[in-house]
């Protein structure tokens, strides 16, 4: 994992200067899609996957592109 960590930051993800926000984006989309996969986009089933509230979750779709809402 730390070499992964090493080649971002000398690449800096998408060119950008914010690397660990970049990052932090990233992942956060997969588990979206993820838990929206799981819970055959169920808003309030992902949310509760997630941990997160509901509304939380949806403004997240809303802001990323994410299909689901």
Known sequence: MEHIAKNLLLSKVNG????????????????????MK???NNIS?????L??????LAKKLRNNGISGV
């Open 51 to 56: 941990g997160i509230n509901r509304n939380t």
């Open 16 to 35: 950008k200067d914010n690397v660990l926000l970049e990052v932090q984006t990233i992942i956060e989309k997969v588990f979206i899609g993820s838990a």
């Open 38 to 40: 799981l819970s055959n």
């Open 45 to 49: 089933k992902a949310a509760k996957l």
